[in-house]
């Protein structure tokens, strides 16, 4: 029989290792097919295509990206160390998710189809919930804008909390957590960015931040604190 030439090997040796890839996929493929759901784009995100809230929701997962990615923008065009401040935050919440998910070891709703991994507390409902308090805080306590009447304070703080009530609701939705999964991550958000908020007030009244504003790097960066 004939040898096979170099090139046909190589041939059968990616069409193999491609071959093994393909058997071994991230998601469930039999519950996927059943619950009619597929990864969104490029992403790791399952959604059901058919159903109408399945996209918006989609959409609210990804959310935490766009907002860090606002966080860095800001930081680039503005140079306000606020904006370093609440993304370090938002990171500080995020690894006691972690730490939490570890010690509490709940498992999530549709652990078979949506992968291995802990669902207490949700960590976009504590991400959200984050987000909502810190930002409801500053608005009320350090925004001294005349413009930003009461009544326009209450409006704003109210869209703060749909939005970050919806990012919840949208993980829900998507099989993801339990809506006590999502009530706890909501609630530990909102404490820790109560107590984070305080804590950096503390570090701005003993003038923490701004001696961190006069350090050589941060002033040829032109970090300011408004």
């Known amino acids: 029989c004939n040898s096979p030439t170099p090139r046909n090997s190589l041939r059968s040796l990616l069409v193999a290792r491609y071959s093994s890839l393909a058997t071994r996929p991230m998601f469930n493929t039999t519950l996927t097919e059943l619950y009619g759901v597929v990864p969104f784009d490029e992403t790791l995100v399952?959604?059901?295509?058919?159903?109408p809230l399945s996209l918006p929701s989609v959409l609210l997962s990804l959310s935490p990206i766009l907002i860090l990615t606002f966080y860095l923008s800001w930081l680039i065009l503005d140079r306000d160390i606020e904006s370093v401040i609440v993304a370090g935050?938002?990171?500080?919440?995020?690894?006691a998710n972690k730490i939490l998910k570890r010690v509490l070891k709940q498992p999530r709703p549709h652990e078979a189809l949506i992968g291995p991994g802990y669902g207490m507390?949700?960590?976009?409902?504590?991400?959200?919930?984050?987000?909502?308090?810190?930002?409801?805080?500053?608005?009320?306590?350090?925004?001294?804008?005349?413009?930003?009447?009461?009544?326009?304070?209450?409006?704003?703080?109210?869209?703060?909390?749909?939005?970050?009530?919806?990012?919840?609701?949208?993980?829900?939705?998507?099989?993801?957590?339990?809506?006590?999964?999502?009530?706890?991550?909501?609630?530990v958000g909102v404490l820790l960015a109560t107590l984070y908020?305080?804590?950096?007030?503390?570090?701005?009244?003993?003038?923490?931040?701004?001696a961190i504003t006069q350090w050589p790097a941060a002033r040829r960066l032109h970090i300011h604190d408004e």
């Open 46 to 51: 399952l959604y059901d295509p058919s159903s």
């Open 89 to 95: 935050g938002q990171l500080c919440n995020e690894f």
């Open 121 to 187: 507390p949700s960590a976009h409902s504590q991400f959200a919930g984050f987000f909502f308090a810190y930002w409801t805080l500053r608005l009320w306590i350090r925004w001294h804008n005349p413009h930003m009447t009461p009544r326009r304070k209450w409006a704003a703080s109210f869209l703060l909390l749909v939005s970050a009530l919806l990012i919840c609701m949208a993980r829900i939705h998507l099989r993801y957590h339990t809506v006590e999964q999502t009530a706890v991550g909501f609630a």
């Open 197 to 210: 908020f305080a804590a950096v007030g503390i570090a701005r009244t003993l003038g923490v931040v701004r």
